[in-house]
């Protein structure tokens, strides 16, 4: 599916945990730059292979996209964004979401991993 979207993808071999990046994409979306950051962990991951669930990594796609490393560095550190984060993720299991990318539905029904139009169409559809 990637590749028919023009889209450079490949499955790298390390499974990181990526709660570290949840919680980096929090910070980044407090500096308004959540899109600019989540494509750089897409990429990170999918094109590059580097694990997503080191804070090395996380720094440098901050750098690559101009925010500054070290308050993010700060912020995983200190653990700013966990408990969001973790609220977030259980708010997902209730939902039986247990991976990313995931979508949900006014609130109430979710799926996880790449979905096709029509599958996205029937989650709305859901809950209409």
Same mark, same amino acid.
């Given at each position: 599916m990637a590749a028919n979207l023009g889209i450079k993808m490949q499955m790298p071999a390390i499974k990181p945990r990526s709660r570290l990046a949840h919680e980096a994409s929090k910070w980044a979306a407090s500096n308004d730059r959540f899109d600019g950051y989540g494509e750089g962990i897409f990429r990170a991951y999918f094109e590059y292979g580097d694990d997503i669930g080191e804070i090395e990594t996380l720094?440098?796609?901050?750098?690559?996209? /101009? &925010?500054?490393?070290?308050?993010?560095? *700060?912020? %995983? $550190?200190?653990?700013?964004?966990?408990?969001?984060?973790?609220?977030?993720?259980?708010?997902?299991?209730?939902?039986?979401?247990?991976?990313?990318?995931?979508?949900?539905?006014?609130?109430?029904? /979710? &799926?996880?991993?790449?979905?096709?139009? *029509?599958? %996205? $169409?029937?989650?709305?559809?859901?809950?209409?």
């Amino acid at each position: 599916m990637a590749a028919n979207l023009g889209i450079k993808m490949q499955m790298p071999a390390i499974k990181p945990r990526s709660r570290l990046a949840h919680e980096a994409s929090k910070w980044a979306a407090s500096n308004d730059r959540f899109d600019g950051y989540g494509e750089g962990i897409f990429r990170a991951y999918f094109e590059y292979g580097d694990d997503i669930g080191e804070i090395e990594t996380l720094l440098e796609i901050a750098e690559r996209i /101009g &925010l500054d490393k070290d308050l993010l560095n *700060d912020s %995983l $550190r200190s653990g700013k964004h966990t408990e969001t984060v973790l609220t977030e993720e259980n708010y997902a299991a209730d939902l039986g979401i247990t991976f990313v990318p995931a979508f949900v539905a006014d609130r109430k029904s /979710g &799926l996880a991993g790449v979905q096709s139009t *029509d599958n %996205l $169409r029937r989650l709305v559809e859901s809950v209409i």
